[in-house]
């Protein structure tokens, strides 16, 4: 690729970086730039490189779960209903392919940073603004939607990946300026992840920055270091009002058990006991049913449902099985999740060496367990992104140890 074609390429990449926080409300700019990407990698298609990532284990594992599910598709006579979920499993592979080619890929990191960073002051200064205003200090049902630029589950995430990253741009950097800006950046993230009270962000992040803190200390502190963070931790939760109300379901008085109080308030509760319930029925051991088909049925359950205004909601927004793993082993039946589990199983041992990126991807595979990346074309490309960075940053150590 000559350099003119590279420069363009690398800023384009660095713009979809920047907007995915955003793809609410530039998923046409987001595509259109993605398909700008694609003809510029194909007028300056390299051989060797690209034939160099296609000989990465992960890259071809991720081929043969692709292969798979078009296959089974068309045996399964469900090609066209389930072309929603395949075409944004194609395109998380796709993305994958067209982030490795951005040369400098330190760019994907700071576009990233800084796409995050604007999506989530904005959210929050709509936050502090909703507290002000209204005295209540739990967001839930309409205003979420309202004062959000993304989804809190999303948007949480992406806080989780742009705080590993700053604590690997921190220890690369010798710059003392540089160093006070990402702590600054650092301190912030952490005070938001607290303000939108995303639940799954917070764990994540709790685990994510012990393992990075015990990782770089001595043994013999170990223990006491993570016996503090977790009371920290928990000093936290218990003294929030919002964050126990999040976690503790403290303002429901009537049920005085806590699992009683999950039942009736978290929704995947039901989810995941209704995609049990069909992974029963259905008996998908080998092959499964089908994307379109496992979706039909959960709509099915949820019309079954004894509490009106309960079922209604579920009807409503029409929840998948909030899983990746379990909507997997539904929809492509055990063979598919080994398939799947198997090129996870090559991502993990290509990355566990560097804290960083085994962080990233311990991240992203706790992240499956709550959110269908493949039912959202922001979840294909918040996978590829942080799969390509974890990629990026390991192959960056190896080739800095193979140099010194």
Known sequence: M???????????AAA????????????????????????????????????????????????????FVILFSLFNESFFNDLSETRKIAQTLLLLILFSQVKNKEVLIYSFIAGTFISTFI?????????????????????????????????????????????????????????????????????????????????????????????????????GF?????????????????????????????RPSFIEKIKTHEPRYDIWKFSTQIFKEEKPYVFGIGTFRTQELLVSKYQLMPIEKRKNWFMERNFNTHNQYLDIVISFGLIGLFVFLFLLKEIIVLCYKNIYSANLILSLVLFLLIENVFHRQLGSFIFALTLAIAVFIINSENEKNISS
């Not at 000559?2 to 384009?12: E, G």
């Not at 987001?30 to 003809?39: D, K, P, R, S």
Request: proline letters at 1%; a positive charge; hydrophobic letters at 55%.
């Open 16 to 67: 979809v970086c920047v907007f995915i926080p955003f793809m609410t409300y530039a998923k046409a700019f987001v595509n259109v730039t993605m398909i700008c990407l694609l003809g510029i990698l194909i007028l300056g298609f390299k051989k060797d490189k690209i034939i160099a990532l296609l000989n990465q284990r992960y890259v071809k594992m991720f081929f043969v779960f692709l292969t």
């Open 226 to 254: 993570l016996l503090t963070m977790s009371i920290v931790f928990l000093a936290i939760i218990f003294n929030s009002k919002t964050l126990s109300k999040r976690f503790l379901y403290s303002d429901d008085s009537i």
């Open 123 to 223: 959210t929050d200064i709509n936050i502090i603004n909703y507290y002000l205003n209204s005295f209540e200090f739990l967001i839930s049902g309409g205003a979420v939607k309202d004062l959000f630029i993304t989804q809190r589950l999303y948007l949480g995430f992406f806080i989780v990946i742009s705080i590993i990253l700053l604590l690997e741009r921190y220890g690369k950097t010798s710059n003392r300026k540089v160093k006070y800006i990402y702590l600054l950046l650092f301190v912030f993230f952490l005070i938001s992840l607290f303000l939108i009270a995303s639940r799954s962000a917070i764990a994540i992040a709790f685990l994510t920055l012990t393992t990075s803190i015990i990782y770089k200390i001595k043994n013999k502190y170990r223990i």
């Open 2 to 12: 000559n350099p003119k074609l590279q420069k363009a390429y690398t800023y384009l």
